[in-house]
């Protein structure tokens, strides 16, 4: 019983930064682990981060990985996603998942709408 909303994407030139949160009802959230998932158009979704409920452990696809950061502050019922370095190829729009550890997102129980992250080169 999670409800979770992105926010934090928009329109960033090629090497900048942005952070996106995810943000969730229920107070059962801070249990659950969290990822982060992105599909470009017209491709399959693909795993981005995924963190514990402890926030111990993470991790990242080869991709992103060194470039993004993925934390949670469960006192605010928010999981963040850094992205530095963009490039265009991280251009898609992003979902936080939670309840699932897969690295495909099957069998992740709750799902954000997305946001939309477009990198201009």
């Known amino acids: 019983q999670v409800q979770l909303a992105e926010s934090g994407g928009g329109l960033v030139q090629g090497g900048g930064s942005l952070r996106l949160s995810c943000a969730a009802s229920?107070?059962?959230?801070?249990?659950?682990?969290v990822g982060w998932f992105r599909q470009a158009q017209g491709k399959e979704r693909e795993f981005v981060a995924r963190?514990?409920?402890?926030?111990?452990?993470?991790d990242y696809a080869d991709s992103v990985k060194g470039r993004f950061t993925i934390s949670r502050d469960n006192a605010k019922n928010t999981v963040y996603l850094q992205m530095n370095s963009l490039k265009s190829e991280d251009t898609a729009v992003y979902y936080c998942?939670?309840?699932?550890?897969?690295?495909?997102?099957?069998?992740?129980?709750?799902w954000g709408q997305g946001t939309q992250v477009t990198v201009s080169s």
């Open positions: 963190i514990t409920w402890s926030g111990d452990t993470t």
């Open positions: 998942a939670a309840g699932g550890w897969s690295f495909t997102g099957d069998d992740f129980k709750y």
């Open positions: 229920g107070r059962s959230f801070s249990s659950y682990a």
